[in-house]
């Protein structure tokens, strides 16, 4: 149950490292468009996707696990196996705090904008995606999508290589883990990932997740084009 928990929250964060690649595609095709043509396009081919590149999911985990295992630790130290009651404890610790400072974080960003919204007339601009692509704090808030990206996507491969250490540490299999999890009995693809910190340096935008976009940017190219 302790290990499939862990499991179940790695899934969870996968899931969510699929939403936020997309969210990273347009926001970063916002922020490459010429602000001279956001000024020319005003807020209608524009403002719904500026409102939702910025409408992040949050984390949230089931701590049942978590709270058995805390409420029996000393049924698990008269085991003996202290390394693997550090380790759960290690990764149920990380995973409260990821989802703590995660989800500050998607705040922040949403709320980047608010004072532009209160006060548009203290920015420059005449629309509001405009007056937002003009200003640093927003298109930082923008920026710091593709941050919130490779931290999921380090924490992915962090969770799963100590969930497999948890799993040596107490003679379980893997697949038994994962057949717990997913209760399908169909856990033989699951491989080992190796962490390795320099995946997660370089920039990997999805520009292929911008295709359920291709409509909006079209109306862009049409209506910049005259067309």
């Known amino acids: 149950m302790v290990m499939g ?12 490292e699929k939403f936020t690649a997309h969210q990273d595609s347009v926001a970063t095709w916002l922020l490459n468009l010429p602000i001279e043509d956001v000024a020319r396009l005003g807020d209608e081919p524009l403002i719904d996707t500026f409102k939702d590149v910025r409408a992040l999911g949050v984390i949230t985990h089931d701590r049942t696990a978590e709270t058995i295992f805390s ?7 008269n085991m003996g196996n202290f390394k693997f009651i550090d380790n759960v404890g290690w990764c149920f610790s990380e995973m409260n705090s990821l989802e703590e400072e995660y989800n500050q974080r998607v705040l922040e960003i949403a709320s980047s904008a608010v004072d532009i919204k209160v006060h548009p007339a203290n920015y420059p601009g005449n ?16 920026k710091e999508i593709h941050n ?15 969930n497999r250490n948890n799993m040596r540490l107490i003679g379980i ?4 883990v994962m057949t717990f999890t997913d209760n399908l009995g169909a856990a ?12 997660f340096e ?24 005259g067309k």
Do not use: G
């Open 188 to 199: 033989d693809n699951y491989e080992d990932e190796i962490l390795n910190p320099f995946d």
């Open 71 to 77: 409420s029996h630790i000393d049924t698990w130290k």
């Open 173 to 176: 299999l893997e697949k038994e």
């Open 148 to 162: 919130l990206r490779r931290t999921l996507r380090y924490q992915i491969a962090n969770f799963r290589m100590e």
């Open 127 to 142: 629309s509001f995606v405009e007056k937002c692509l003009r200003n640093d704090e927003v298109r930082s808030s923008l």
């Open 202 to 225: 370089s920039p990997a935008i999805e520009v292929d997740s911008l295709n359920e976009n291709l409509p909006i940017a079209r109306q862009v190219d049409s209506l910049l084009s």
């Open 5 to 16: 928990s862990i499991e179940s929250f790695v899934r969870d964060l996968e899931e969510l």
